[in-house]
């Protein structure tokens, strides 16, 4: 099983600063990586995909990068509505795993 | 508009059985794969189970295999969980979510359904 690990656990975050989250794979997953956004009490929501392809309806704040291990998502300027967890998955392998998440926080 | 709405969680003991449903509106679900993930309360996400678009390969997370299987209608538009021997680790709320058609990514999900494990 691919062990998918984010860091920081929590980001603290001035609203219209930049949040860089990481993401690091045991093996690796090519660009098969996608990212999601969770606010409390809703369902996930597809960011990204192919490590840096923003999903339909993602503002341009939103971008992804890299590929094998490294991968790293970008919010350029947070907006209000931005601050939520953030999950990892890899979808390169059998079992699909995801990372124990980011929270971004207001600090 | 695509959408999912899971059904069927309730509250079961231990050793139990229950069968999830999630109904599929606004898109063939034939077309795509689709996937049971979790979320336990107050924890992270978990990949559960998926099926392919026929429904020709089926796929299980170690905690689950044996346990539960995932099965689909598509006839009806339904992918549906059935779980048996159940232990209070399964309680949690469970989504079903659609492969995005270019990739293995979850591009919609339900709203999910919550499954409680207690005595």
């Known amino acids: 099983e691919i062990v998918m690990t984010q860091s920081p656990a929590t980001l603290s975050v001035s609203p219209g600063e930049r949040a860089t989250l990481s993401c690091r794979a045991s093996q690796s997953v090519s660009s098969n990586l996608a990212w999601y956004q969770q606010k409390p009490g809703q369902a996930p929501r597809l960011l990204i995909y192919g490590a840096s392809t923003r999903a339909t309806g993602i503002p341009a704040r939103f971008s992804g990068s890299g590929s094998g291990t490294e991968f790293i998502l970008t919010i350029s300027s947070l907006q209000s509505e931005d601050f939520a967890v953030y999950y990892c998955?890899?979808?390169?392998?059998?079992?699909?795993?995801f990372g124990q998440g980011t929270k971004v926080e207001i600090k | 508009e695509v959408q999912l709405l899971e059904s069927g969680g309730d509250l079961v003991q231990p050793g139990g059985s229950l069968r999830l449903s999630c109904a599929a509106s606004g898109f063939t679900s034939s077309n795509s794969a689709m996937s049971w993930v979790r979320q336990a309360p107050g924890k992270g996400l978990e990949w559960v189970s998926a099926?392919?678009?026929?429904?020709?390969?089926?796929y299980y997370a170690d905690s689950v295999k044996g346990r539960f299987t995932t099965s689909r209608d598509n006839s009806k538009n339904t992918l549906f969980l059935q779980m048996n021997s159940l232990r209070a680790e399964d309680t949690a709320v469970y989504y079903c979510?659609?492969?995005?058609?270019?990739?293995?990514?979850?591009?919609?999900w339900g709203q999910g359904t919550m499954v409680t494990v207690s005595s």
């Open positions: 099926i392919s678009g026929s429904a020709g390969s089926t």
């Open positions: 979510a659609k492969d995005h058609w270019a990739s293995g990514a979850f591009d919609i």
């Open positions: 998955q890899q979808y390169n392998n059998w079992p699909r795993t």
